[in-house]
Nanobody, 131 residues
Framework: QVQLVESGGGLVQAGGSLRLSCAAS????????MGWFRQAPGKEREFVAA????????YYTDSVKGRFIISRDNAKNTVYLQMDSLKPEDTAVYYCAAARFTPVTGTTAQAMGVPALYNYWGQGTQVTVSS
């Protein structure tokens, strides 16, 4: 069992930055692929980014490439999402998720973004970007 707790959300102006953190319980954090998803009001949950257990591979949805960076610190059982150049359309509740699978070489970001692949979810943190 893994428990995930997100933090770092808030209100920021367009063009600003936020850093989200997701702290995980349990001794097996380093075995999990970690992901960030987001959900805006009235919309489906959307994949944002994912990172494999070693941190050597990361995946991003097209709309955040070049602006967001996902990273992890296995010693601290924490995954991060650095968000720069934020836009109003980034406004959403951001969720951290953990998956027991490790993607094979050639896995696409689209494949990584299937919510059903993830076994554990946090409660979410609100990010609001004002124009």
């Amino acid at each position: 069992q893994v428990q995930l707790v997100e933090s770092g959300g808030g209100l920021v102006q367009a063009g600003g930055s936020l850093r989200l953190s997701c702290a995980a319980s349990g001794r097996t954090f380093s075995r999990y692929t970690m992901g960030w998803f987001r959900q805006a009001p009235g919309k489906e949950r959307e994949f944002v980014a994912a990172i494999i257990w070693s941190g050597s591979s990361a995946y991003y949805t097209d709309s955040v490439k070049g602006r967001f960076i996902i990273s992890r610190d296995n010693a601290k059982n924490t995954v991060y999402l650095q968000m720069d150049s934020l836009k109003p359309e980034d406004t959403a509740v951001y969720y951290c998720a953990a998956a027991r699978f490790t993607p094979v070489t050639g896995t696409t970001a689209q494949a990584m973004g299937v919510p059903a692949l993830y076994n554990y979810w946090g409660q979410g943190t609100q990010v609001t970007v004002s124009s």
